[in-house]
């Protein structure tokens, strides 16, 4: 069966370093990869998209990447500040078995970034 | 600019009774419109989409189900809640299925 998995449930670190999320995939081959923010009380809110002939996008102070070898994203937050806290999610487009085209989301991370 | 309006943002109801809950897309047309659930500890999970007015597909066999009775309009409904069916609502949008999707402010659902 198609899944997705962010294998870190939480993640603490310091302010001002690299937090590094990870989205593996299994059954899929996705030509797009999404990654979303949501905070408590909230829904998620959308925050970037990387395609499959891309290895790497960027905004501001996130980067994300996507291995369709290994079955991989990473989203880096550089410069990380206790306002990034929240819960990221992966998401991908499940084609298929009945869905055409539906978005399909991984558990999330929740990121804690200490002052 | 486009808008999502869901609610009410959140709800305690009686296991048995019935459930409604709307949401609403404006500056937009046609959009695919998609309800999911997100229990507590849980990811998301998606529960029904539709392509268009009256094209509802379920992803999952449940106790709920979904209408669109116009083309930014779509409902979530139940005839009898369950306790199981607590959890976070949550109505979304997009453009088209790999573009990326906009959610309302969910609707909290205790069952009890």
């Known amino acids: 069966s198609q899944k997705i998995e962010q294998n870190s449930e939480a993640l603490n670190i310091q302010e001002g370093k690299t937090a590094t999320l990870t989205c593996n995939y299994t059954?899929?081959?996705?030509?797009?990869l999404q990654w979303y923010r949501q905070d408590p009380g909230r829904g998620p809110v959308f925050l970037l998209l990387i395609r499959e002939n891309e290895k790497e996008k960027r905004k501001e102070r996130l980067k994300v990447t996507f291995d369709t070898t290994l079955k991989q994203s990473l989203f880096h937050i550089t410069a990380s500040q206790p306002a990034d806290s929240a819960t990221y999610l992966c998401?991908?487009?499940?084609?298929?078995?009945?869905?055409?085209?539906?978005?399909?989301f991984g558990k999330g991370t929740k990121l804690s970034v200490k002052p | 600019s486009q808008t999502i309006h869901q609610w009410p943002a959140t709800l305690v109801q009686p296991v048995g009774s019935p459930l409604s809950l709307e949401c609403t897309v404006e500056?937009?047309?046609?959009?695919?419109l998609y309800w999911y659930r997100q229990a507590a500890g849980r990811g998301l999970q998606l529960l029904f989409y539709s392509v268009g007015i009256g094209q509802i597909s379920s992803e999952v066999p449940q106790n709920l189900s979904a209408s669109r009775p116009q083309d930014r309009q779509f409902i979530l409904s139940s005839k009898k809640l369950l306790l199981s069916d607590s959890g976070f609502y949550l109505c979304?949008?997009?453009?088209?299925?790999?573009?990326?999707?906009?959610f309302g402010q969910g609707t909290r659902l205790t069952v009890v």
């Open positions: 500056g937009t047309s046609n959009p695919n």
């Open positions: 979304a949008w997009s453009v088209r299925p790999n573009t990326e999707a906009f």
């Open positions: 998401a991908l487009v499940k084609i298929g078995g009945g869905s055409q085209g539906n978005l399909i």
């Open positions: 059954n899929y081959s996705p030509a797009y």
